[in-house]
């Protein structure tokens, strides 16, 4: 039989936890700890944030005033208006533009960490830091070049 | 850091890069009224460089180095696998101009996008870290969606590119959590670091290998995960499903080799066996019953990617040559046979096209050069010689004996006669029935005729002359 058969079996027939420690329960007891004390803060601060919205909810609807008027039981969009179905067709150019707005933006997320490092650089590192951004934005700019003269960006 | 050494080692990669970006800007500087100027000057543009990177990757053939930060390696099998992948985009390139004017899709982006995936492709076959494997996969596989919907007024090239991407970008998720277990086990991705680590059987880095493969299963188009290959064929463009068909296939394989070879997967033979036994099988099988002869290839195809994984049983310097030949043969029958597809492509009154073999009846009288071409591809897909498609056989399934799995491959051998019969029926309709109705030839091109001759040329001098293609194998540890 061969490995990936056999570790198969052990794998379906073990449960996932004997294969880090020897089975007996005083190991699986710490492993159990070990591993759950790395998650405490986590749960805190799901516990923490569930609390928070249930309880503003529930005090909210208990405590404050209610005054309906037609104007506040409309759709809400922020604060135009609301006209028309919900359900129209949207331009394709607006995913061209968020679509675009992404990239730039991640752009910007990469270049960020590296401006901040770049002055502590020295030399030839300093150099080739350079270079190598200089690179990248070339080639995003080939792209944005590109979808200039593809007119992706007009308005009409 | 990168130093010019390793500019010097990867100019195949970089000339291939650049161009996709030249052809891109080609494409926009010319004003619309000048399109047919830049149409014609993109088409030599991009022959002219994969010519040049074909002739830098001969002069890598015997290097043997690991360039940027150990990202990607330059060896005999990844040079061997740069010429096969580039040769087969030559082919594409210069049998798609006519075809793109005659579907009138002839846009410079289609020259760039394949350019893009050819670089991935390469970036695949080249890499040295699993990081880089993903990368070059993700940039093949997202040209590849663009292209299979590159008809965008048609339904059916639309529907193939949306299944296409469903189902390959769920198949992504697993190739990136089996490297996320990869890593987890032996704390890096890098092929050099992993195998200094020496990694021992452990469940969850034998759940990572095992999701990389399942991954490279659905790329490859084997057994399990095969669905998607005929419905995505038939709907793609037509040179295009001959490209994604053939070089795709390819570079799948070429990066399987090597992670194969890096994880030292010599002890899942059972594995391996069943998964190239069943997609033989299914392969085969249903090609028997196909009516429509794009569909008919895309199962033959199948098939074929059960013949090559039959390779893999036991990875090890003659079983990688065998392979390699095979890739080198079935790119050329493959691409060559949907070659004489585009052209005999019959076009029904609501300008979709259908593919059917009834056109393909008595093509020999009205066609007799076009029937002849396809005559030579479908016997070398057969596996009849002198074509290179028997070597390709050969080599692979005496692999198969000299790690004694002889049985698979007698089941191999039996069922490439089952697959005998629906590349001879083709045959037969050519040469052997009178013409039903008006065969119309879709459009006649010099192009894409010189495309398919190179191929029988190659299908031709390998299949006589092997040694045209084991002399650089042999060099391959």
Known sequence: MDVLSQASIIFWQKSFLSDFCVLNNLNILLFLHIMLESYVPILLMMAGAVGFAVVNTIVSKIFGPKKPSSEKMSTYESGVEPYGTAHSKFSVKYYMVTMLFILFDIEIVFMYPWAVTFRSFEGAMLTYALVEMMVFIGLLLIGYFYILRKGSLKWN | MINSLDFANSIPLLIIGGAGLVVMLLETIFPKSQKGTSETLIFYFSLAAIVAAITFSFGDLTKNFIIYNKFIRVNTLTSVLNIVLLTGIFITVLSSKNYLQQEKINHGEYYSLLMFSLFGMM?????????????GLELMSICF?????????????????????????FLTGFLLLGIAFIYGYTGSTNYTAITDVHPQKDTFYLL????????????????????????????????????????GKTAAFGALISFFSIFALNNIPMVVAMVAILTMLYGNVVALVQSNIKRLLAYSSIAHAGYIMVGFLSINSFSIRAVLFYLVSYILMQSGAFIIISMVEEKTGDNTSKNTLESYKGLGKTNPMLSLLMTIFLFSLAGIPPFAGFWGKYYIFLSAIQVNYLWVAIIGILLSLVGVYYYIKVILYMWFYEPVGETTIAYRSDFSYTAAVISVIGLFAFGVYPDLILRYLRNII
């Open chain 2, 208 to 247: 990572g290998l095992t999701l990389v493969f399942i991954a490279f299963i659905f790329k490859t188009g084997s057994f399990p995960l095969q669905m998607w290959i005929p419905d995505v064929y038939q709907g793609a463009p037509t040179v295009v499903t001959g490209m994604m068909s053939s070089v």
């Open chain 2, 123 to 135: 970036l695949m076959g080249q890499a040295n870290d699993l990081i880089v494997v993903f990368v």
């Open chain 2, 145 to 169: 969606y663009v292209l299979a919907g590159f008809m965008r007024r048609k339904v059916e090239s639309n529907e193939s590119a949306i299944k296409y991407f469903l189902l390959g970008a």
